[in-house]
């Protein structure tokens, strides 16, 4: 079994870009408060599947640009 590689070939763990993975969490957080707001009858699993469904279809946009850069 062969050890992951981490950035530029070294070893050890792979880095986590903590500036996109604090992007994502603040746009979670603005989502789900407007959906909140906007309907406070909506139950709590119907947010949690709204938010994963913009999550796995903004996500793969947004990987899409970062490599195309």
């Known amino acids: 079994m062969t050890n992951p590689r981490g950035p530029r070939g070294r070893g050890g763990p792979p880095s986590i ?10 746009a979670a957080f603005v989502v789900s408060s407007l959906l909140i707001v906007l309907f406070p009858g909506l139950g709590t699993f ?3 599947l709204i938010i994963l ?5 903004v ?7 970062r490599r195309n850069r």
């Open 17 to 26: 870009d903590l500036k996109r993975t604090l992007i994502l969490l603040v």
């Open 53 to 57: 469904g913009l999550f796995l279809v």
């Open 46 to 48: 119907w947010r949690l």
């Open 59 to 65: 996500f793969p946009f947004l990987e899409r640009r």
